[in-house]
Nanobody, 115 residues
Framework: VQLVESGGGLVQPGGSLRLSCAAS????????MAWYRQAPGKQRELVAA???????NYADSVKGRFIISRDNAKNTVYLRMGSLKPEDTAVYYC??????????WGQGTQVTVSP
């Protein structure tokens, strides 16, 4: 199983980024997908999730600014991030999970929001 994130980088406050996570080795359409982030010195936290059926939920801190989506034909989940703030700076991780599995993680992609 591989989850490969891409799209991170340095962006100014107020800017936008789109993260992608390409999955292989799993039946992607059957998995719930999520994005987590971990800032230095902090615990990893859930940012956004999308079920296999397409239902979404978001952390309060990103509601109205981030959008999670998936393309089952491309085995890819996306996180569109807008109105970025310095406090969004973190390593962002992709997660694939189903109730009967411990879940899988990507290697992470760094997002830095700074003037």
């Amino acid at each position: 199983v591989q989850l490969v994130e891409s799209g991170g980088g340095l962006v100014q406050p107020g800017g936008s980024l789109r993260l992608s996570c390409a999955a292989s080795g799993i039946i992607f359409s059957g998995y719930n997908m999520a994005w987590y982030r971990q800032a230095p010195g902090k615990q990893r936290e859930l940012v956004a999730a999308i079920t296999s059926g397409g239902s979404t939920n978001y952390a309060d801190s990103v509601k109205g600014r981030f959008i999670i989506s998936r393309d089952n034909a491309k085995n890819t989940v996306y996180l569109r991030m807008g109105s970025l703030k310095p406090e969004d700076t973190a390593v962002y991780y992709c997660n694939a999970n189903i109730p009967t599995s411990p879940g899988y993680w990507g290697q992470g992609t760094q997002v830095t929001v700074s003037p």
